[in-house]
């Protein structure tokens, strides 16, 4: 079986990693890559914005799985343009057709989705910027902190928490004036949560599902989860206080309804569903959805799955996920990134990467890399994902925080906390 995986970060080089080691396939290609996912297969220069190009790759190298990283193409409908093409349509793609995608795709839908189908979540509106002195009404009737979202996608910036009312009002008038661009022209106000997150992940094909192992994430730059936001620091799975009870209230109050509220609403959904959550006096409740594997979180849940992901992908595509069996490793994984200096603000690319030969007891998953001139240079604010396996997750982490001092570039940094919380 030949397969295109789509992407170009660390959860697709844990992706590629996973799918190479299935004896069901023949060839994988991943389109764009980077330096990581060459060893597991063909990296393709594609655009992977312009559907037809993807087509004539697909038909050309007898593609017969599409499995679909990142959010944006889905969100842009690639499902749908396959399901659209008499040349395509047979071709099963891992990942929601553009209904589905709107998860993701905007805040405010799935704002409604779960309020709609009684899923757990913050109180919420909306408003756009003819109401712009509704929102402020609407922030002097909750409490702080403030939350605000622009309800397209923001490239993991259009979350904004604000403690001061005052600066929250003019953070709502910024957003709807053109703060993220078209992604905050409508914004969405919600309460704010105090709790304890953690990442849940399924895979469907629209009317069964298969439960990942769970994982938490950290997304400040800062050790004690101190300033800006970034794509993720690091990752753990297991999570220790998502016990057997917590996971069954999470199956029945959330993953279930989401799966027959798909149903229900005609959105046929094959695919991933990333469910962040937040523990609230033991209550689970839904912070977001995400229409794909989360990063990093995947460098923890993939190295978990022993079964055979690429059959269970098969099965996804072919509405027959009931009839496939996933196995889950008992061991904890851990993950470590590492960044380029000045990340999440400015940094510089091209970066030389030495001392990979030397990493031992962990797994490389290259996120913002690629080769040039016969080196592995940086490519992006996150550069590398350092994984390991242990007993615990801080036996874990222990094996990734040797590994990180050892691999070596200019402005290179990295959290040594992930994972303070749980202890």
């Known amino acids: 079986?030949?397969?295109?995986?789509i992407g170009s970060g660390g959860r697709e080089n844990a992706l590629a990693w996973k799918l190479s080691q299935s004896p069901l396939l023949t060839k994988l290609f991943i389109a764009p890559g980077n330096a990581g996912t060459s060893t597991f297969g063909e990296n393709i220069r594609l655009n992977i914005s312009t559907f037809d190009e993807i087509k004539l790759f697909v038909l050309n190298n007898h593609i017969n799985l599409v499995l679909v990283g990142p959010e944006q193409p889905l969100v842009d409908g690639i499902h749908d343009f396959f399901l659209s093409d008499?040349?395509?349509?047979?071709?099963?793609?891992?990942?929601?057709?553009?209904?589905?995608?709107?998860l993701e795709g905007s805040k405010d839908f799935a704002k409604h989705?779960?309020?709609?189908?009684?899923?757990?979540?913050a109180k919420y509106?909306?408003?756009?910027k003819d109401r712009l002195n509704e929102g402020f009404a609407f922030l002097e009737t909750l409490k702080a902190p403030f939350v605000l979202k622009a309800d397209g996608l923001a490239a993991g910036k259009g979350v904004i928490i604000l403690d001061d009312l005052n600066e929250a009002k003019e953070t709502l008038k910024e957003m709807l004036n053109g703060k993220f661009g078209q992604a905050s022209s409508k914004v969405v106000i919600e309460e704010f949560l105090k709790g304890i997150e953690l990442s849940v992940f399924a895979l469907t094909d629209g009317k069964s599902y298969k439960i990942l192992p769970e994982a938490k994430d950290y997304k400040r730059i800062g050790e004690g989860d101190a300033g800006l936001n970034t794509g993720g620091m690091g990752a753990v799975s297991p999570v220790p206080f998502a016990d057997k009870i917590f996971m069954k209230k999470i199956e029945d109050k959330i993953i279930i309804p989401t799966i027959v509220g798909l149903q229900k609403d005609k959105i046929n959904y094959k695919g991933f569903i990333f469910f962040g959550l937040i523990k609230v006096d033991n209550e689970p409740f839904v912070i977001e959805y995400n229409v794909r594997l989360g990063d990093p979180e995947t460098e923890v849940v993939v190295p978990r799955i022993k079964s055979d992901l690429l059959e269970l992908l098969i099965h996804a595509g072919k509405g027959t996920l009931n009839q496939s069996i996933l196995e889950i490793d008992?061991?904890?994984?851990?993950t470590i990134m590492l960044v380029s200096g000045g990340y999440p603000g400015e940094y510089e690319n091209g970066k030389k990467i030495s001392n990979l030969n030397l990493v031992i007891d962990s797994l490389l998953f290259h996120a913002g890399t690629k080769t040039e001139n016969s080196e592995i240079v940086t490519n992006g604010g996150r550069v590398l994902a350092i994984t390991s396996?242990?007993?615990?997750?801080?036996?874990?982490?222990e094996k990734s925080l040797k590994n990180a001092k050892i691999i070596e570039f200019s402005g290179k940094y990295f959290?040594?906390?992930i994972g303070f919380d749980l202890k």
């Not at 509106?125 to 756009?128: L, Y």
């Not at 396996?389 to 982490?397: C, P, R, S």
Request: hydrophobic share 40%.
């Open 86 to 102: 008499t040349d395509l349509k047979n071709i099963p793609v891992i990942g929601p057709q553009k209904a589905g995608a709107m």
């Open 113 to 121: 989705f779960m309020i709609k189908h009684n899923i757990p979540t």
């Open 389 to 397: 396996y242990g007993k615990t997750i801080f036996d874990a982490l």
């Open 330 to 334: 008992s061991r904890a994984v851990s």
């Open 125 to 128: 509106q909306s408003f756009s």
């Open 1 to 5: 079986m030949n397969v295109l995986l």
């Open 415 to 417: 959290r040594k906390d």
